[in-house]
């Protein structure tokens, strides 16, 4: 977590706003001039402290510089505000600082209004004049170069921070977790799949003065998305511009504002930003910022639609809770839910998920925190994506890329999976927050991500696509009798549009598909000479998603019986008497006859099939022919032989041998031939 100098600390991005570059110190500093001619050096010094410890750093870094006496550096215009930050009152008046001490507020404010450049070089500057006192410099000139993209140096430095061993340092855990950081931003660099990832920066209708971030979707291509206003009677020393919602549809690679959404109710002085809109499309949930005792808090509120436009905004009470923020409201696709961030009570800490019940009238049940997903840390900007089920979240307590990181967690059956970060290059060395999928679509196809990541001026919105993985649909088929893989077999998919794709076995008895759709729904023909036809629905019974290439869906196995072939030359016959399965003294010496052979051959099998006479209903003489034949196995298993060497099959008063009447007369010696077991002893 970013922290700096005790007594202040940094908010979590609640509607993170980078400082225009386009707008620089230059226009601040004549602003401040104008207001401030006639000051003492320390009076602006302590104004410069009051802004700090608001949280308004670009403000500050302009009076810190002017203090210092700096010469002035020109940079571009812009026309946005510094984001808010939590903080802790510091600032008084009077002030009597050595240059150093402003010149290393003066990085921290560099720093925290995302001038990384500028505050690497005041770290350095500060170390390189009092290594003992600013030994802590040289951690936060690791931090802005590892931000910067500098890992090799901010490696190099954060190495010689750990170094010291003179009581100075403050920051070893912190440290520590940076040079974890740089390694696994090191690992991520040397993926093989980066070739699978398009990063595209959205343009702006209005060029890029100001950041266009956290996307909203209202309909198809509609989003609302959150930027700034100015406000032209803004009065002095008081920051003109404010977060906004503004609705826009996504072409060709830009971003193109509509409109500003006004709603109803609202404070005009307030910013309001971080939108999102009900499954029905009746209500909309913003987030609107204020302050209460000089602190800045968040609250989020709810609007209702009338015709084309939002009115009659309210506070959300059950998800609101006094002296506490809210935040960044996600409603869910089947309308059950809304999720958002919270620095509450009941929390893990810092800023954690929650999510609550969505009733019918806009209003909410009592929140429910996300444990699972939770840290001591900051966990902000809940996105869930239904069709993977999977929640997208942004994080700055778990080992990522630097700042904040985007993770996901699966929701199966119940249970969250343990969060994973998304990796490089979802995540960048700066600050990624804001994450939209559509549904319908892979989580990474077409997704949008908000991040300060470019050299434009604050959060912007990129559009990233990961081709998708090859898709391997594979199994086994095997023998039921003794498991063993069947070479050959033939294996045809069936799909749910009726169309077949077909395949062999190959000596493991392996078969596989490439496929592209779902195959949950599809089925199997598998067919193979000497054993009976198989079909069976497809059953996914494991998925391995660690190759980056492919994911293979391994079917369950399909296990085939062997068909009983009877070649004369290989059949022995065994008879019973009317209505009889007991074994005969003579039928007896026919099968411990085939015992010896199945003795002497180990790999010789037999397969039996039971018949009757035509005498009694079709449904009886399946039975008994059923008992006929499985009388000679179990003799046979008796006697030693594995029952995995034997197959049966019953055929009750079909296929007689004999006729059973002649001229129209019963023919009692017929009858007797057909009450028989029929028993194929095969040497393969």
């Not at 006729?659 to 028993?679: H, V, W």
């Amino acid at each position: 977590m970013n922290t700096f100098f005790p007594g202040l600390y940094q908010l979590s991005a609640q509607f993170r706003i980078k400082t225009v570059k386009q707008c620089g110190l230059f226009c601040l500093w004549m602003m401040v001039l104008f207001t401030t001619a006639t000051a003492q050096s320390s009076k602006n010094l302590a104004l410069a402290e009051k802004y700090f410890a608001a949280g308004d750093y670009y403000t500050a870094a302009g009076l810190y510089q002017q203090y210092l006496n700096v010469a002035k550096r020109k940079a571009p215009r812009a026309n946005f505000p510094l984001n808010a930050k939590r903080y802790r009152q510091s600032g008084t008046t009077g002030l009597q600082l050595k240059n150093i001490e402003v010149m290393y507020r003066l990085a921290h404010s560099y720093r925290l209004s995302h001038y990384l450049n500028e505050a690497a070089v005041e770290y350095k500057n500060c170390y390189d004049k009092d290594s003992v006192l600013y030994s802590d410099a040289i951690y936060w000139y690791a931090v802005c170069q590892r931000g910067l993209g500098n890992y090799a140096e901010a490696e190099s430095y954060l190495s010689k921070y750990l170094g010291f061993d003179d009581g100075h340092s403050s920051y070893t855990k912190q440290a520590k977790q940076e040079l974890a950081t740089i390694n696994f931003i090191n690992s991520q660099l040397k993926r093989p799949d980066l070739g699978m990832y398009k990063v595209t920066l959205l343009n702006t209708s209005f060029g890029g003065e100001k950041g266009v971030y956290a996307p909203a979707l209202v309909a198809s291509n509609q989003f609302v998305f959150t930027s700034t206003e100015k406000d032209t009677a803004a009065k002095v020393n008081e920051s003109p511009f404010h977060n906004r919602m503004f609705s826009a549809v996504i072409n060709n690679n830009s971003i193109e504002i509509n409109k500003m959404l006004t709603v109803s109710g609202t404070d005009l002085k307030a910013s309001q930003g971080t939108a999102t809109v009900s499954a029905s499309g009746n209500y909309l949930y913003f987030t609107q910022w204020g302050k209460i005792n000089d602190k800045p808090v968040s609250s989020i509120y709810y609007a209702v639609k009338k015709g084309d436009q939002w009115s009659n905004a309210q506070p959300l009470s059950t998800v609101n809770l006094n002296g506490f923020s809210s935040q960044q409201p996600f409603c869910t696709a089947d309308g059950k839910y809304l999720y958002f961030a919270s620095n509450r009570t009941g929390g893990a800490g810092g800023f954690d998920i929650w999510y609550a019940p969505l009733k019918k009238d806009g209003t909410t049940g009592t929140p429910v925190n996300l444990t699972a997903v939770n840290t001591v840390n900051n966990e902000q900007a809940p996105f869930f994506h239904s069709g993977t089920n999977t929640l997208v979240f942004s994080c700055d307590g778990r080992t990522g890329m630097g700042g904040y990181d985007l993770f996901e967690s699966k929701l199966i059956e119940g249970q969250w999976t343990t969060p994973q970060n998304l990796g490089y290059p979802v995540n960048s060395s700066r600050d990624d927050i804001y994450f939209f999928a559509p549904e319908g679509d892979m989580l990474l196809k077409n997704a949008l991500v908000s991040s300060d990541r470019g050299a434009g001026c604050c959060l912007e919105t990129y559009i990233l696509s990961k081709a998708p993985k090859k898709k391997i649909f594979s199994g086994l088929v095997k023998d039921a009798r003794d498991n063993s893989a069947l070479e050959g077999a033939t294996v045809v998919m069936k799909k749910t549009d009726g169309s077949t794709v077909q395949t062999k076995t190959d000596k493991e008895g392996k078969y596989r598909f490439d496929v592209t759709e779902d195959v949950k729904q599809n089925s199997l023909a598998v067919t193979k000479d000497k054993y009976k036809d198989k079909n069976q629905d497809v059953q996914i019974e494991n998925v391995d998603e660690s190759d980056w290439r492919s994911d293979n869906f391994q079917n369950v196995p399909v296990l085939m019986d062997r068909k009983l072939v009877i070649k004369p030359e290989t059949v022995v016959t065994v008879f019973f008497d009317f209505d009889k399965y007991d074994l005969k003294p003579h039928s007896i010496h026919v099968l411990d006859s085939i015992y010896s052979v199945l003795y002497k051959t180990p790999k010789a099998t037999i397969q039996i099939s039971g018949y009757t006479d035509g005498r009694g209903t079709e449904e009886y003489n399946k039975v008994l022919s059923d008992k006929r034949a499985k009388a000679c196995a179990d003799y046979l298993i008796g006697k030693g032989i594995e029952a995995s060497r034997i197959t049966f099959e019953s055929f009750g008063m079909c296929c007689p041998v004999e006729m059973e009447l002649i001229n129209g007369r019963d023919n009692p010696d017929g009858r007797s031939k057909n009450r028989r077991a029929l028993i194929n002893i095969s040497m393969e």
